[in-house]
């Protein structure tokens, strides 16, 4: 089968042809992988920004799709057939061993879920069926980018309807924090980035406001919020100077949440003395959610037209051509790309 392997840091993915296990161990499971998204946590890892990885060759991936192909000893959340969404979050179901791939002779490294490969032996608990008519396309972004938006707004920022939120960066990431804000009308809802494109599709998302990020970025945001600045503010972009602008814009009572991750080493500069009062900073993990109690309830939400996932995906591209998603995902005019295997 195919796969896109990251064989060096700072270098395109090498799309070759590997061997899977011979055998589903137990809390394995076979998936036929049909659609993958890209999130920055994969530019991440291509880019190394936590420093040096020590699972080189190794496939990546962690929002996708599929068809259940075959279950392991043990497994009874799936079976044969079921379609599923992959989370790299841990859900419901048992945690099967890494699996190990063959490439001309050599091992491949894969975490408990890798969406980047046609056939993925994951673990059951990185695995969601789904029912009903959900487009398995869009079901990609349940693995990551909707349910970390839904963790970062209720479990680490604890917004509220009425209150004010700007978020800095309106990618994929960004995207799903505002569209999980807007079901709870969060006003007034500010998204900040520097693409034009990005932030024209968040109004469309549920932004009430867009501001691009200039050097007058701190006076456009009081215009909207007033001097007090906002209830929360959430940083995507993981840049430091975005980060300390996200940390200052929150209120003196204000949360401020970091999701995206910093390069190793990099030092934030914040004045702390607002901390021992009521202002609150602190970083997100994947919104810390259990995705098989959060997908359910976005799927219903879906069903019912209340939420549209679909518009954040932006294009599709096929395996053979992930490089060239990975380079739009960098710098192009997109929210999330998908990837066809
Ligand atoms: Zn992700």
New binding site residues.
């Given amino acids: 089968m195919k796969a896109a392997i990251l064989v060096k840091q700072k270098a395109p993915l090498e799309i070759a042809e590997i061997e899977l296990p011979q055998k589903m161990e137990y809390g394995q499971v076979l998936v036929r992988v049909l659609f993958s998204s890209i999130?920055?946590?994969q530019l991440n890892e291509i880019d190394g920004v936590k420093g040096e990885d020590k699972f080189l060759p190794h496939l990546l991936g962690?929002?996708g799709s599929g068809l259940v192909e075959e279950t392991g000893p043990g497994v009874t959340k799936v079976k044969k057939g079921d379609r599923v969404v992959m989370h790299?979050r841990r859900g419901d179901g048992l945690q099967g061993p890494t699996p190990k791939y063959l490439w001309g002779g050599k091992t491949v490294n894969a975490g408990w879920v890798t969406t980047f490969n046609e056939y993925a032996v994951s673990s059951e608990n990185r695995l969601t069926p789904i029912t009903g008519q959900t487009d398995l396309k869009t079901a990609t972004l349940y693995?990551?980018?909707l349910t970390?938006g839904y963790g970062v707004v209720h479990h680490d920022s604890h917004l509220k309807s009425g209150e004010s939120l700007v978020v800095f960066g309106a990618g994929g990431?960004g995207s799903g924090i505002i569209m999980m804000a807007k079901l709870i009308n969060a006003y007034p809802l500010v998204a900040v980035d520097i693409n034009k494109f990005k932030l024209n599709e968040a109004l469309k998302m549920g932004a009430s406001h867009s501001l691009l990020n200039s050097p007058k970025i701190r006076q456009d945001l009081e215009k909207i919020l007033g001097l007090q600045g906002a209830d929360v503010t959430i940083d995507t972009t993981g840049i430091n100077a975005v980060r300390e602008l996200a940390y200052e814009t929150a209120s003196t009572a204000g949360r401020t949440i970091l999701v995206g991750v910093p390069k190793k080493g990099e030092k934030m500069a914040i004045d702390s003395f607002p901390l021992h009062f009521d202002k609150a900073l602190t970083g997100s993990f994947g919104g810390d959610v259990n995705p098989s109690l959060v997908i359910p309830r976005l799927i219903k939400l879906e069903e019912q037209g209340i939420l549209r996932p679909e518009k954040m995906i932006t294009k599709t591209y096929p395996l053979l051509k992930i490089n060239e998603a990975i380079k739009e995902v960098r710098t192009g005019d997109v929210i999330r790309v998908a990837i066809r295997l």
Wanted: charged share 10%; hydrophobic share 35%; proline share 0%.
């Fill in positions: 999130c920055g946590a962690h929002e790299w693995g990551c980018a970390t990431a």
